[in-house]
């Protein structure tokens, strides 16, 4: 069995290193929908082959891993296999994500583990967009509680602006009739 949290620590501290010499890629998806990332698995032998999400700095979770390309995937704690799928083929690693959510959104690694050392092929910033607007009926019920009063002042503005006119209007009519009248 290999010791994840020495592989956790290890890929966090050696990341930026493996990554830099790695593919590296940028997806944004929405709620709900379905993602499959996928890497080249460039693993010539039988080795472990593995995903990774760092999710904030400091926590790289292990998702699954795979004793050799032909093997069945293991799922590591918090992540069901309802959710991940993990398969491969002799040159392609997948990992496929049923209905993300925003806390599915992190950096993704696939690699092997080769000679006790963990190797990242690509990595995968998945980023989970949520429509701000829409994110809970409070922002869109307060959107529309806004423009409906901003509608309502207008009308008032407006029909305030008609009166002043008629009184105007009215004024000045009468200045008019009683300049009529004195000559």
């Not at 830099?20 to 993602?35: H, K, M, N, R």
């Not at 032909?70 to 083929?89: L, R, V």
């Not at 690694?109 to 690509?122: A, I, N, Q, S, W």
Request: charged fraction near 15%; hydrophobic fraction near 45%; glycine fraction near 4%.
């Amino acid at each position: 069995m290999v010791n994840f949290n020495l592989i956790s620590f290890l890929l966090y501290t050696l990341s930026w290193i493996s990554v830099s010499l790695a593919q590296f890629y940028t997806v944004a998806v929405e709620p709900g929908q379905q993602i499959t990332l996928q890497c080249s698995n460039f693993s010539s032998f039988a080795t472990y082959i593995f995903w990774f999400r760092l999710a904030d700095r400091l926590n790289a979770s292990p998702i699954s891993f795979m004793s050799t390309a032909n093997s069945h995937a293991t799922f590591c704690d918090g992540f069901q296999y309802t959710k991940f799928n993990m398969i491969s083929n002799t040159s392609v690693l997948f990992l496929e994500i049923k209905q993300v959510d925003p806390s599915d959104s992190g950096l993704y690694f696939c690699g092997e583990l080769h000679m006790g050392r963990p190797k990242v092929f690509t990595a995968t910033y998945l980023k989970v967009q949520v429509d701000v607007l829409l994110e809970d009926g409070l922002t869109s019920l307060s959107t529309v509680i806004l423009g409906s009063l901003i509608a309502f002042l207008l009308l008032i503005i407006i029909g305030l602006v008609v009166r002043i006119r008629k009184l105007h209007t009215g004024i000045y009519l009468c200045e008019f009739k009683l300049k009529m009248q004195r000559f």
